[in-house]
């Protein structure tokens, strides 16, 4: 069976060629033209515009094309007013003839911007990942000194509290002695000479034997007090215990909030920070002393922080009502992962921030109050350090919790 298309058909076709074509002009040079116009404030090069001319010019003579085919009277005028138009664009494309260079060059200097892009942003990935490592290392040196001042006083101030301290057990002893020993002369010689009654009267012996045990009872629970403290800065800077050790994380917590009594006290323009311990029965924590002390100092300081903003805001009775308040809790998860929350009931973050907690240099606080790193650290700490996750929650007015879980045993990490 033979096929042949009649001239009508032939005639179409040609027709429904020519306007594909038209269209496909009147896009590319549509694009280029818009293109330009976009960009005209960083100035209009005239080659390019020649081109989207030619472009445009193109479309038009073929759109004259199917319109004549379709019967446009004096369609062969205009076809040639087109042609002419596309022969006059084309002679000044012509007269660029020093551009063609460029024009030759445009996809390899579109492939080196691309290049040079993406070579900026990885400039400014590196630059962003330098700072952070320049400021943690900051923050390592900081705590590292801190660590060796502390334990510097510690181990000055433990010789001779320990000297004062275990004295005090003889004072004391000595003193019930000499008491004993003035009861006795008065129940034997109830009937003093004058100058030995007048002597007694000015030194008030009476009251003196009543507050001479209350004043060595005092000084040895100021000697206790000052041995915990001692114990508990030893216990935070544990220069000893920089790799990985088992320890009793109660410790470490307890020794953290020693550092922080002062911040915690009572003041003269806001009441004291309550401290709630809700310990589980954990067995000991296979981790890094130091650093978890770090992280727990890091988030218990922002917890006070934001305690303090709170106060400021609210008035006497709703700070009565709703007093400022830390709860630290531990507990054992099923999967053998220790699990320490810190809670606080200050002003919370904002919901629309809390996905940028952990950034690098980013803080919620006044300029010049916080670095932005310190939660940064922490979270690295916990999770590329420990294993383990490091989440905040919190509800803007109503408090922040952060909830730090780590393995019980890192071996099994360690190994991988």
């Not at 009508?8 to 040079?29: H, M, R, T």
């Not at 020693?258 to 924590?285: G, T």
Request: charged share 20%; hydrophobic share 45%; with cysteine.
């Amino acid at each position: 069976m033979n096929h042949v298309l009649d001239a009508d058909q032939i005639g179409w076709l040609i027709a429904g060629e020519n306007l594909v074509i038209s269209c496909c002009y009147f896009i590319i040079g549509s694009v280029i033209g818009y293109g330009v116009w976009r960009n005209r404030q960083a100035g209009v090069d005239p080659l390019v515009v020649t081109v989207a001319g030619i472009f445009l010019s193109c479309a038009f003579g073929h759109g004259l094309h199917v319109v004549g085919m379709l019967g446009l009277v004096n369609s062969h005028f205009w076809q040639a007013i087109a042609d002419l138009l596309t022969v006059a664009i084309a002679l000044r494309f012509l007269s660029f003839y020093k551009s063609f260079d460029l024009l030759a060059c445009f996809s390899q200097i579109f492939a080196s911007k691309i290049e040079l892009e993406n070579k900026n942003q990885l400039l400014e990935t590196a630059m962003t990942e330098l700072k952070q490592m320049q400021m943690q290392l900051v923050q390592q040196e900081k705590m590292s000194s801190l660590g060796q001042l502390v334990a510097g006083v510690a181990h000055e101030i433990n010789n001779p509290i320990n000297f004062i301290h275990g004295n005090l057990t003889y004072v004391e002893e000595y003193a019930d002695y000499l008491l004993s020993i003035v009861n006795a002369y008065q129940a034997h010689f109830p009937v003093l000479p004058l100058p030995l009654h007048r002597l007694i009267e000015e030194v008030d012996l009476d009251f003196l034997q009543e507050d001479l045990p209350k004043i060595l009872n005092s000084m040895k629970a100021g000697s206790d007090r000052i041995r915990q403290i001692v114990i508990s800065l030893r216990n935070f800077s544990r220069l000893d215990e920089a790799e990985l050790k088992v320890v009793n994380i109660h410790e470490g917590i307890d020794s953290t909030l020693m550092i922080l009594h002062h911040r915690l006290q009572a003041k003269p323009e806001r009441p004291e920070i309550k401290v709630i311990k809700d310990y589980a029965n954990l067995s000991e924590v296979e981790c890094y002393p130091s650093s978890l002390n770090q992280v727990m100092l890091n988030i218990l300081t922002n917890a006070i922080d934001t305690l303090e903003e709170k106060i400021t805001q609210k008035s006497h009775s709703e700070i009565q009502d709703n007093p400022p308040q830390i709860t630290v809790k531990t507990s054992l998860t099923a999967d053998k992962w220790v699990e320490i929350t810190i809670e606080d009931n200050g002003v919370g973050i904002p919901e629309q921030l809390q996905p940028r907690i952990f950034d690098p240099f980013f803080t919620t606080k006044p300029v010049g109050k916080g670095t932005g790193i310190s939660m940064s650290i922490s979270h690295q700490i916990i999770v590329e350090r420990h294993h383990g996750k490091l989440t905040c929650l919190s509800t803007f007015g109503q408090g922040t919790a952060f909830v730090i879980q780590i393995p019980l045993k890192q071996n099994a990490y360690a190994l991988v």
